[in-house]
């Protein structure tokens, strides 16, 4: 009998078995043992990835082939045998860091560390606040970011502001969802399609509980087309392989003026000529800004 091989995606992952969307359905697949031989230095299939199955006469899968990722959302995991590489989402298309303006007050520090990730990882990041209208000014708390050049869309989800702007953003792509708690995340998935936020709720309550053996992810699919994850542990997403001397090249703001700085080694933080120091006394450069390169350069949170 010849082989039923499809093409699919992986739209949830728990305890070794993989859902996969394909033309003929949702199926349940594990990995074929080939994939497994040899040391893993990370996860072979995950949440976002693009596989190869084959359907077997049971009507479940093999996973035969993981194409190769675009990008991936990843954390460190250390483990007794040496460090392992957990993907939280593979192939995501943009982050979407979701921060309150009020009622919790905006962590800034945490978004610019979000932010850091989301540039060091490749994935376009666009930053909703939310709960516009607990707030006086809301551009006052956000609009930094975007002089910096990010995109930031103003949303209430109980005045309705900004919902279709976001719907417009998330159709037809594959977000990473993320946030603190509290900030109205489900909220604004229910006020663009009905029951998302609860769905998507359900599983980020049983994440943050936290039996690694049982972790279910899942990409939740859009009425117009694409797909939202919500991806907590993001604030525990270590910069485990960065070092001090790149963190400019992930402040879009900074990065381009490192090469006017007089010394090639600059840290902009003392050195003469420095660009990046005289463009924060110029006003050029948000002192907030500044303040958050200068603590994740020094690994502080």
């Not at 663009?192 to 972790?215: E, Y």
């Not at 600059?266 to 303040?291: F, L, S």
């Amino acid at each position: 009998m010849t082989p039923n091989f499809q093409s699919g995606l992986i739209v949830k992952t728990q305890s070794g078995f993989f859902t996969v969307k394909t033309d003929q359905g949702l199926i349940v697949c594990q990995l074929r043992g080939k994939l497994k031989q040899g040391k893993a230095t990370g996860d072979i299939a995950a949440l976002g990835d693009n596989v190869q199955i084959t359907i077997l006469n049971d009507g479940s899968g093999a996973i035969e082939e993981v194409e190769e990722r675009k990008r991936a959302i990843t954390r460190l995991d250390p483990r007794p045998q040496g460090e392992y590489q957990q993907v939280l989402l593979a192939n995501a298309d943009q982050a979407v860091f979701v921060f309150a303006c009020a009622h919790p007050n905006p962590k800034l520090k945490m978004l610019d560390r979000f932010l850091v990730i989301a540039e060091k990882q490749r994935i376009p990041a666009v930053i909703i606040a939310n709960k516009i209208d607990l707030a006086g000014d809301a551009k006052s708390i956000f609009g930094l970011y975007e002089a910096v050049g990010y995109r930031v869309v103003y949303a209430s989800a109980k005045t309705g502001e900004g919902i279709d702007e976001l719907k417009n953003i998330l159709a037809q792509k594959v977000s990473a969802f993320a946030g603190p708690s509290g900030v109205g995340k489900s909220s604004l998935l229910n006020a663009m399609q009905p029951g998302l936020g609860l769905a998507v709720n359900d599983v980020s309550t049983a994440i943050n509980k936290g039996k690694h053996t049982t972790v279910t992810r899942e990409l939740f699919a859009l009425d117009g087309g694409g797909y939202v994850a919500d991806t907590p542990g993001w604030k525990s997403l270590a910069l485990w392989d960065t070092t001090p001397e790149e963190m400019d090249a992930y402040f879009p703001e900074l990065r381009d003026l490192v090469a006017h700085c007089q010394f090639s080694d600059c840290t902009h933080i003392h050195e003469p000529g420095c660009a990046v120091v005289n463009a924060v006394e110029e006003g050029k450069i948000h002192d907030q800004r500044y303040e958050s390169y200068l603590r994740l350069r020094e690994g502080r949170d």
